[in-house]
């Protein structure tokens, strides 16, 4: 005998998968514990864009050595840049219930303050869903491959009291139909 509760559950559920604009309040991944990827194949292809952005702060020397290009393990923007891209090409491997999708351009741009390295990542593509996540991503693992070129000009006693990343969130989202 089924449980009309549980079978009105798994419909209310299935309601949600099936449409998940129809409800902008509700969790479109998980219900109920089950997590399920959303379904995206009835929407058509779009143009998108999402521009996201952080910061690591950093000693002022630290800082002054990446302009220098005078850090041990190499240059250090010229790397987090490779790190920025690969983490947006894959990033549908590491977040669970992402998309693969069709990256049509990345771009990354640094700037350098006295005591800081800011990272912009811009994500293009075409298709069904946004990109917002791989922008993310583009940031956070640029910002860390730098933290772990300079790790050694930033350790203090064993510790890095000034190094922290920051302020990571997407600055703007575009769709295109």
Known sequence: MTDTTDEKDSETAQSRRDDPEADPDSLTHVDDGDAQMVDVGDKPDSRRRAVARGRLCLQPSTVTAIRADAVEKGDVLATA?????????????????????????????????????????????????????????????????????????????????????????????RVER
């Open 81 to 173: 840049r490779v790190g920025a891209i690969r983490a947006v090409k894959h990033t549908w491997e590491t977040i669970p219930m992402c998309h693969q999708i069709p990256v049509t351009n990345v771009e990354t741009g640094f700037d350098l303050d006295t005591d800081r390295v800011t990272l912009t990542v811009t994500v293009e593509t075409t298709g069904k869903t946004g990109c917002e996540m791989e922008a993310l991503e583009g940031v956070t693992t640029g910002l860390n491959v730098v933290w772990d070129m300079v790790k050694a000009a930033e350790k203090v006693d064993g510790a890095y009291p000034d190094t922290r990343i920051e302020d990571v969130r997407v600055v703007e989202k």
